[in-house]
């Protein structure tokens, strides 16, 4: 039985990248070495940050995050499975979302009005070195657990 993007906890989202402050390690010998450091060994950076941010509306959304749908059988739910990421064609900024394995973005055609009647085109193929490597599609009658074929 196919399962729907509201089982599988989809996320319509945008990108977002705005400059932000932060703190990280130094480079140097310390930098191997456990936590707490020192004062000496922290260094504030600031620049920009990527935030993939929820928004309520697929004409507002670049893209979705859902739970993979073979892991989530596999595991009998969430716990433990991944998410799969898709960015949607003439939305997605460049380098965000979805890569295909040379690092090149990857984009889906999107139809529907929302999670309910969402439909993804062409098939979604993962294709990971140490991944599930599920092939499946997203139809408005939801997104069948198996493989596309």
Same mark, same amino acid.
């Given at each position: ?6 089982? %599988?906890? $989809?996320? %319509?989202? #945008? ?9 990280? *390690? #130094?480079? =140097? ?6 936590? /707490? ?8 950076? +600031? @620049? /920009?940050?990527?935030?993939? !941010?929820?928004?309520?509306? %697929? *004409?507002? $959304?670049?893209?979705?995050? &859902? %739970?993979?749908?073979?892991? &989530?059988? +596999? ?10 990421? !898709? =960015? &949607? $064609?003439?939305?997605?900024?460049? @380098? ?7 690092? #090149?973005?990857?984009?889906?055609? *999107?139809?529907?009005? @929302?999670?309910?009647?969402? !439909?993804? +085109? ?8 140490? @991944?599930?490597?599920?092939?499946? &599609? *997203? ?11």
């Amino acid at each position: 039985m196919p399962h729907s993007l509201r089982e %599988l906890e $989809a996320k %319509l989202l #945008k990108h977002e990248s705005r400059i932000g402050t932060w703190k990280r *390690v #130094k480079a =140097g010998p310390f930098a191997a070495h456990p936590s /707490p450091y020192s004062e000496d060994e922290i260094e504030e950076v +600031t @620049g /920009p940050q990527d935030y993939y !941010v929820p928004v309520d509306t %697929l *004409v507002e $959304a670049q893209g979705i995050w &859902f %739970l993979c749908p073979l892991c &989530f059988d +596999t595991n009998k739910g969430s716990i433990g499975t991944h998410w799969v990421g !898709v =960015g &949607f $064609a003439d939305r997605a900024p460049p @380098g965000t979302f979805s890569q295909n394995k040379e690092g #090149k973005d990857s984009r889906w055609s *999107v139809s529907g009005t @929302g999670l309910d009647d969402l !439909v993804l +085109t062409p098939s979604i193929q993962l294709d990971t070195e140490h @991944g599930c490597k599920w092939h499946g &599609f *997203v139809g408005s009658s939801g997104i069948p657990p198996g493989w596309a074929g």
